[in-house]
């Protein structure tokens, strides 16, 4: 999925130790290490020589300067929406926004740095904020928390927050919340969804300079950690922080919104933050009302029998009917992914003639077409389309079901049955798992499919065959959070602990620490080979989020980004009631 709440398999300690202790770095002279400028055209010195005041903006990225772009972000909205509401007039303040979000139950939780689900997510952004941020373009921008952050050599970053920021209590937000904040997600106890980010952050040595500034050292050289920064379960979170536990006085952000009441697998009420910083009139609604629903029927029924404002995950098939009722659909193609999960090292896709078997079984044309109707990317197994470093070279999967059955008979698999457990986490798991089990018994594969609405609890990353959902990440970025033995949500157990691919987390790290851009991207392509050859996804095509609106919500517009309705309104900031 796009981020999981799960204990993590491996400790970090030890892999912090190795790289303190082993990482190699590049410092070359007096230059300054940074990745950003492509390939090094237009340097005549070089792809990594450029002064220190110039913004370090991740791998592949691009150097800005540390100026506040304006709210929203200044890029344009990408194509492939049929449907935006735009900028249509000014700004109104009032009314409670009541938006419905697919999926959550009664583990739901309320905390600035961890979610399971789609409700989750849309909570977090009501009231925390991270220090940099992506725009709708999915391209790094500075219009943060963080007025600037600086790679000052290979294994340091300088972080400097803005003036005059305040927490929702009127706390101001300084430099010991920044340490706080990373700190806390570093803690491997803590079970955060980014605590596998931090793992070349050298944690316990985070310096405070002044009030607003924080020197963040590095245990080895990471091309991702503006990236990381920018990922919204990086929110910043004030000293002493703790989850959602009963006291709402507890949730406490830099964001638009104060949590006023909650109700785990129901319902949350989020108050305006009359102190936000940003100083433009946002954010524009009064309330916020989030309420869960497990069944698109109802949640489509509610949006237009004007029960709610919003809705996540429109049904690809009902996009037409949907706007013909006189709602509105914001289209937003992605680089998510709702992937079929085999866990390498459970049967029986531990033979990995069964794991290639099954993705030749799947018809990736007809998946788009019966699931996302259209609406959205073939796909060929592997994730992040959007990264420099996908590799679009290699030869494109389709379905060759006596190919399957062949190699299911060198497997000793024939007649095989198994289980396939999903949930309507989001839009397409269910019909997903029903469109394959279809497919698969042209091979002679017997799939019964388990509808679990308790399907992210205990079980979780423990199934052999799943459904799950990701959203738009850079390779490395999502490589942290699935596809390493220390990932949080890592549900096909790759890498293999043994034989081609077990180097796969070597390689990792041997890609953060590398600062030719070139070089870099060889190595993920090792990495992404191994994982089309005997990994375990299958990825049949990238979505487009489907998000309804009533015709009186003003301020979306398509988005490459992570979340629905384009980062749930820039954290329901950027939209209004006409």
């Given at each position: 999925?796009?981020?999981?709440?799960?204990?993590?398999?491996?400790?970090?300690?030890?892999?912090?130790?190795?790289?303190?202790?082993?990482?190699?770095?590049?410092?070359?002279?007096?230059?300054i290490?940074?990745?950003?400028?492509?390939?090094?055209?237009?340097?005549?010195?070089?792809?990594?020589?450029?002064?220190?005041?110039?913004?370090?903006?991740?791998?592949?990225?691009?150097?800005?300067?540390?100026?506040?772009?304006?709210?929203?972000?200044?890029?344009?909205?990408?194509s492939?929406?049929?449907?935006?509401?735009?900028?249509?007039?000014?700004?109104?303040?009032?009314?409670?926004?009541?938006?419905?979000?697919?999926?959550?139950?009664?583990?739901?939780?309320?905390?600035?740095?961890?979610?399971?689900?789609?409700p989750?997510?849309?909570?977090?952004?009501?009231a925390?904020?991270?220090?940099?941020?992506?725009?709708d373009?999915?391209?790094?921008?500075?219009d943060?928390?963080?007025?600037?952050?600086?790679?000052?050599?290979?294994?340091?970053?300088?972080?400097?927050?803005?003036?005059?920021?305040?927490?929702?209590?009127?706390?101001?937000?300084?430099?010991?919340?920044?340490?706080?904040?990373?700190?806390?997600?570093?803690?491997?106890?803590?079970?955060?969804?980014?605590?596998?980010?931090?793992?070349?952050?050298?944690?316990?040595?985070?310096k405070?300079?002044?009030?607003?500034?924080?020197r963040?050292?590095?245990?080895?050289?990471?091309?991702?950690?503006?990236?990381?920064?920018?990922?919204?379960?990086?929110?910043?979170?004030?000293?002493?922080?703790?989850?959602?536990?009963?006291?709402?006085?507890?949730?406490?952000?830099?964001?638009?919104?104060?949590?006023?009441?909650?109700?785990?697998?129901q319902?949350?009420?989020?108050e305006?933050?009359?102190?936000?910083?940003r100083?433009?009139g946002s954010?524009?609604?009064?309330?916020?009302?989030?309420?869960?629903?497990?069944?698109?029927?109802?949640?489509?029924?509610?949006?237009?029998?004007g029960?709610?404002?919003?809705?996540?995950?429109?049904?690809?098939?009902q996009?037409?009917?949907?706007k013909?009722?006189?709602?509105?659909?914001?289209?937003s193609?992605t680089?998510?992914?709702?992937?079929?999960?085999?866990?390498?090292?459970m049967?029986?896709?531990?033979?990995?003639?069964?794991?290639?078997?099954?993705?030749l079984?799947?018809?990736?044309?007809?998946?788009?077409?019966?699931?996302?109707?259209?609406?959205?990317?073939?796909?060929?197994?592997?994730?992040?389309?959007?990264?420099?470093?996908?590799?679009?070279?290699?030869?494109?999967?389709?379905?060759?079901?006596?190919?399957?059955?062949?190699?299911?008979?060198?497997?000793?698999?024939?007649?095989?049955?198994?289980?396939?457990?999903?949930?309507?986490?989001?839009?397409?798991?269910?019909?997903?798992?029903?469109?394959?089990?279809?497919?698969?018994?042209?091979?002679?594969?017997?799939?019964?499919?388990?509808?679990?609405?308790?399907?992210?609890?205990?079980?979780?990353?423990?199934?052999?065959f799943?459904?799950?959902?990701?959203?738009?990440?850079?390779?490395?970025?999502?490589?942290?959070?699935?596809?390493?033995?220390?990932?949080?949500?890592?549900?096909?157990?790759?890498?293999?602990?043994?034989?081609?691919?077990?180097?796969?987390?070597?390689?990792?790290?041997?890609?953060?620490?590398?600062?030719?851009?070139?070089?870099?991207?060889?190595?993920?392509?090792?990495?992404?080979?191994?994982?089309?050859?005997?990994?375990?996804?299958?990825?049949?095509?990238?979505?487009?989020?489907?998000?309804?609106?009533?015709?009186?919500?003003?301020?979306?517009?398509?988005?490459?980004?992570?979340?629905?309705?384009?980062?749930?309104?820039?954290g329901?900031?950027?939209?209004?009631?006409?």
């Open positions: 999925m796009n981020t999981r709440n799960a204990a993590i398999p491996r400790s970090l300690s030890a892999i912090r130790d190795r790289l303190a202790e082993g990482a190699q770095m590049t410092e070359r002279g007096d230059k290490w940074r990745v950003g400028e492509s390939r090094g055209e237009g340097n005549p010195d070089g792809p990594w020589s450029l002064s220190r005041r110039q913004l370090f903006m991740g791998a592949g990225g691009v150097v800005l300067a540390s100026t506040l772009a304006g709210c929203g972000g200044s890029a344009p909205a990408p492939g929406g049929t449907n935006t509401t735009g900028a249509a007039g000014t700004p109104k303040r009032g009314g409670n926004f009541r938006l419905g979000v697919t999926g959550g139950g009664s583990k739901d939780m309320m905390d600035g740095q961890n979610i399971v689900t789609k989750d997510q849309a909570r977090l952004l009501t925390f904020e991270t220090l940099l941020t992506f725009d373009n999915y391209q790094l921008q500075t943060g928390l963080a007025e600037s952050v600086e790679a000052d050599n290979p294994k340091q970053y300088t972080i400097r927050i803005r003036d005059g920021i305040e927490f929702q209590n009127g706390k101001p937000f300084t430099a010991d919340d920044v340490i706080y904040s990373l700190q806390r997600i570093g803690t491997e106890k803590n079970g955060l969804t980014g605590f596998a980010a931090t793992a070349t952050m050298d944690i316990k040595n985070l405070k300079v002044d009030d607003r500034t924080v963040l050292p590095l245990l080895s050289p990471d091309s991702t950690i503006p990236q990381t920064l920018a990922s919204y379960t990086f929110g910043m979170v004030p000293v002493g922080y703790d989850k959602f536990s009963g006291d709402v006085s507890t949730q406490i952000g830099t964001g638009c919104y104060k949590l006023k009441s909650f109700t785990p697998g319902e949350s009420v989020h305006r933050n009359p102190n936000y910083w100083g433009d954010p524009w609604f009064d309330t916020v009302t989030i309420t869960d629903f497990n069944d698109s029927t109802a949640q489509l029924n509610a949006l237009k029998g029960q709610i404002d919003a809705m996540t995950d429109v049904p690809a098939g996009v037409d009917s949907t013909a009722s006189g709602v509105g659909v914001l289209i193609q680089g998510g992914w709702i992937p079929l999960c085999m866990a390498i090292d049967p029986p896709f531990d033979d990995p003639k069964v794991r290639q078997a099954f993705r079984i799947i018809d990736r044309q007809a998946c788009l077409e019966q699931i996302g109707n259209g609406y959205g990317q073939i796909a060929n197994d592997l994730y992040a389309p959007f990264d420099e470093g996908y590799d679009k070279s290699l030869p494109q999967r389709e379905q060759d079901i006596e190919q399957a059955k062949s190699l299911l008979k060198q497997a000793g698999k024939e007649g095989l049955s198994v289980d396939l457990h999903t949930t309507n986490g989001a839009a397409g798991m269910v019909e997903l798992a029903s469109v394959f089990a279809s497919q698969a018994r042209q091979a002679g594969v017997n799939v019964t499919v388990k509808n679990d609405p308790n399907y992210y609890g205990d079980s979780y990353l423990k199934l052999a799943s459904v799950d959902f990701w959203g738009t990440r850079g390779y490395l970025n999502q490589v942290q959070q699935g596809s390493l033995p220390n990932s949080p949500y890592n549900e096909t157990h790759w890498p293999p602990k043994s034989g081609p691919g077990s180097n796969f987390e070597d390689l990792y790290h041997q890609a953060l620490a590398e600062t030719d851009t070139n070089k870099r991207i060889d190595i993920q392509h090792q990495m992404q080979k191994y994982e089309y050859d005997l990994g375990g996804y299958i990825i049949p095509y990238f979505n487009a989020l489907i998000d309804g609106y009533a015709s009186n919500v003003q301020g979306l517009s398509p988005s490459k980004g992570t979340l629905n309705l384009a980062g749930f309104g820039h329901f900031r950027t939209i209004w009631f006409a």
